[in-house]
Structures are given as structure tokens and as C-alpha cells.
């Protein structure tokens, strides 16, 4: 990507329609692209997560939120999303709810996409009719009892 100086500091330049990244706390940050909250956040309680609804998400990184305290997480600025890369919220061990609503677009899911999340005791996969690639450990170590993979029946897995 593009870098430029800013007071001494390198910062770096990327579309906002390609991924996203939140800056660390101290405001520094290497030249490298993130690999999501979790990367920043990790060591850290992260209980809520608010975007902007217009933001033209269409791929989330790996790790978008790992290991964070959140309880539940409103998903609608990825409603432009497609892909949903390796390990999407994991060990979210809190997370109780999630609505996949907003992730009707999407096509692809990678690794361990709920992997960890271990207080979660429900998911409506309604949403990912259109998912034809899932990978690993899709709903691995979670607190599921019961799903129905119905909407995601004709996915390579």
C-alpha cells in the first residue's frame, strides 16, 4: 500500500472498500495491514464495536475480532461484505448473540469462523444461503447444541 509521513510516523493508506483497520490505543501503528480488532485488541476488553453503516465492507480480514469480551455485536456495516476470512471472532468466548442477517452477500467463509465462542447457544444460518465455500471448524467449540445447516447444505466444506 501507499505510506506516507505524518510527523515522523508512518501511517498507512488503504481503500476503506478493501478492509479496514482500527489504530492501536498509543496511535502508532506498523506499515503492515491489520488483521483486525483482535490483532490491537487482544490484550485488551473489548465490549462494544461501533462503525459506520455506510462503510462498503465486502471482505472482512482474519481475526476481525479475537479473543474480546464483546456479548453481542450488531453487524450491519458488513452488509456489503462477500467473504469472511479466517477466524472471524475467535475465542469471543462472551459472545451470546449474533444476528448474520447483515451477511446475506456473502459467498465464502474460512476457518474457524465461530471457533471459541463457547457461551454462543444459537445461530440462525438463514443468512448464508449463498455460501458455497465454508471451511474448518466453521461453528468449532462453541456452546451450539443444535444447528440447522439447511441454508448452507450445498457449500463445499
Known sequence: GNVEQSEGKERLVKEWSDFFFFQAEDGIRD???SRGLG???KRQSLTTVTTSPEMNITSVGPMYLNATAIKTLDLRHLRNTTVVNS?????????NTI???PLDKVVEVGNAFLLGCKSLTSINLTPFKN???VGRFFLGDTGLADVDLTPIRNAKM
Open 31 to 33: 506499515a503492515q495491514e
Open 39 to 41: 490483532d490491537v485488541y
Open 87 to 95: 477466524s472471524f471472532l475467535l475465542n469471543c468466548a462472551e459472545l
Open 99 to 101: 444476528d448474520l442477517t
Open 131 to 133: 455460501v458455497v465455500q
